[in-house]
């Protein structure tokens, strides 16, 4: 498998996890295996595009614009390749107190292409997702306290973030998850899903420092 390097994502550290969850669901163990997922589907991906958890400027609209005209719909993968608009993008979100977190993507599809130097990451793992608004099926398929069978041996093989470590392992979870489908197990139906290799950038790294 060759994989190209696309570009960031920038999320808020709003805990995907959370929504419409009962309290007494949130101490179970099915719901501590949730939490330890820190895959490219656990945080709010590009924040700045939803009113539910940020105030809607102009500043926010230009740059969720942007994103969509120039990338998200051109390529169907919600990776941008440019890094002056996630600098512009990362202090948008400080300057409106948001938290955020740094993922490099790399993934099969060639395109976008990422346009700058690769920034220093720290590997986190490789997960399988969507393109585009980001569900990840390791959460429900792996995670879950009704695990079907024929997963067990890709859940024994995640690694402390709930990611594979290596392209062989989440191949063979692929292939697990399509055996188990063909068998009748409730799983999600393959659909626009992709591999994904992801590592954590320092999103103020990636920020000029200024001269003098």
Same mark, same amino acid.
């Given at each position: ?11 808020? %550290?709003?805990? *995907? =996890? ?7 669901? &949130? !101490?179970? @163990? ?65 300057? %409106?107190?948001? *938290? =955020? ?7 099969? &599809? !060639?395109? @976008? ?100």
């Amino acid at each position: 498998m060759i994989l190209f390097n696309n570009g960031l994502v920038i999320q808020a %550290r709003i805990d *995907t =996890t959370q929504f419409d969850v009962p309290a007494e669901f &949130r !101490q179970t @163990p099915e719901f501590l295996r949730y939490q330890s997922y820190q895959g490219i589907a656990r945080y709010v991906s590009w924040p700045l595009a939803w009113p539910l958890h940020v105030e809607q400027d102009l500043t926010t609209k230009e740059l969720t614009t942007e994103a969509e005209q120039t990338w998200f719909q051109r390529y169907d993968l919600d990776v941008v390749p440019d890094q002056e608009y996630c600098v512009r993008y990362f202090r948008a979100c400080r300057d %409106r107190g948001i *938290t =955020t977190r740094t993922l490099f993507c790399r993934t099969e &599809r !060639q395109l @976008p292409t990422w346009q700058a130097p690769i920034p220093e990451s720290a590997f986190l793992g490789y997960d399988y997702s969507t393109s585009q608004l980001f569900y990840s099926v390791i959460p429900d398929d792996l995670l879950v306290d009704d695990l079907s069978p024929l997963l067990a041996e890709s859940r024994a093989r995640l690694n402390s973030n709930r990611l594979f470590d290596n392209e062989a392992d989440v191949h063979d979870y692929i292939e697990q998850r399509e055996t188990a489908i063909k068998s009748g197990e409730p799983l999600e139906p393959d659909g626009d899903f992709l591999v994904y290799h992801l590592s954590e950038v320092n999103g103020a790294s990636l920020v000029p420092t200024p001269a003098g």
